[in-house]
């Protein structure tokens, strides 16, 4: 019987030894990444999905280093706030896909729309969602990365965002003491509103992310989920002021990081591909975006792979060439 508990208390000391190297090895480094999964029917039924296993190998290969998952959680919960069995094992396979062709994960928790209009129950939801899926993949690499919530807006303006993350971060650092979390500030994650955003100065293991769809009259025409956008076509990109209007917003959250000592990424950029819009001025447009955030060290999440805002043309099962090139200039 010694024996036997000596093995226990030995086996329980190794999972906490391995647990506790797992949650301090440094997370590695983001660069070029690329948003996924958000609207593909893989969630439902997966059998109907886009994204195949293949596609994480792909996407290695075309250059990419991170994957930005987009999770729609709130609707494969129950009645008790309960993720799906379906959805979670799901979720497991994506994990472990990307990790296996060496891709680094963001699970981004995606329900901004019915966050920013009730934020009584995204409180509770929110939190329910991080319950149980930071002890899920508390062991998992530090390659898997949580981003708390995309796009604030609305009602979680400011003063309110910044008294509900802290208590949606405390969540995930019950089970996750050091993994990294992104965060980003109210306004859909405005550049303009980084300074409004109070971060725990105790806690290094945060990103900061801002998204960057300026012009948006260029990004977005055609665009019908924005009514003033849908009926809005030619306008066009490219002069000397377009470059450096962006070099110049850049410029300033990069100035905020370093002010701040904070890593940024730019989670969510493109311009829109179903609105006739020359792909030649997207790409440029890409192309410069791309290029300006790295050039202040910034990690980036193209939107997004497929969908809309394409850079993989599933019916033709290949990249978007143009777009492609704009965003991995090194690409073969």
């Keep these: 019987m010694l024996r036997t508990l000596i093995a226990a208390v030995a086996a329980s000391l190794l999972a906490l030894v391995s647990q506790a190297h797992a949650q301090s090895a440094p997370a590695p480094e983001l660069k070029r990444g690329v948003n996924v999964l958000g609207y593909d029917p893989i969630w ?65 928790e995606h329900d901004f729309n019915a966050c920013s209009e009730d934020v009584d129950t995204c409180r509770t939801r929110l939190s329910a969602f991080w319950s149980q899926i930071a002890p899920r993949y508390r062991n998992a690499p530090p390659s898997v990365i949580f981003e708390l919530l995309n796009e604030p807006h609305a009602k979680l303006d400011a003063d309110t965002w910044n008294a509900l993350y802290p208590e949606i971060l405390a969540v995930v650092r019950k089970s996750n003491p050091t993994r990294t979390v992104i965060i980003g500030p109210t306004q859909w994650n405005s550049r303009e509103k980084l300074d409004t955003l109070k971060l725990p100065a105790n806690d290094p293991n945060i990103i900061v992310t801002f ?88 990690s980036w999440a193209y939107w997004q792979f497929d969908s809309d805002f394409i850079a993989w043309d599933m019916k033709r099962d290949g990249w978007v060439e143009p777009i492609h090139k704009a965003l991995i200039p090194t690409a073969p």
């Design 44 to 108: 439902t039924d997966p059998a109907q999905g886009r994204f195949q296993e293949r596609h994480f190998t792909e996407i290695r290969k075309g250059g990419f280093d991170f994957i930005r998952v987009n999770l729609a959680a709130f609707r494969h919960m129950d009645s008790s706030n309960t993720l799906s069995p379906r959805f979670l094992d799901r979720l497991d396979w994506i994990v472990n896909k990307a990790g296996a062709a060496g891709l680094s994960v963001i699970l981004d």
């Design 211 to 298: 998204h960057y769809y300026d012009p948006f009259r260029f990004t977005h025409q055609g665009a019908g989920w924005v009514p003033e956008m849908k009926d809005v076509r030619g306008v066009t990109w490219g002069s000397d002021a377009d470059r450096a209007t962006i070099a110049a917003d850049f410029g300033k959250v990069a100035a905020w990081a370093k002010a701040n000592n904070r890593q940024i990424l730019l989670g969510e950029f493109g311009a829109y591909d179903r609105s006739g819009t020359p792909i030649e001025l997207r790409a440029a447009y890409t192309d410069a975006v791309a290029r300006e955030a790295e050039r202040h060290g910034f």
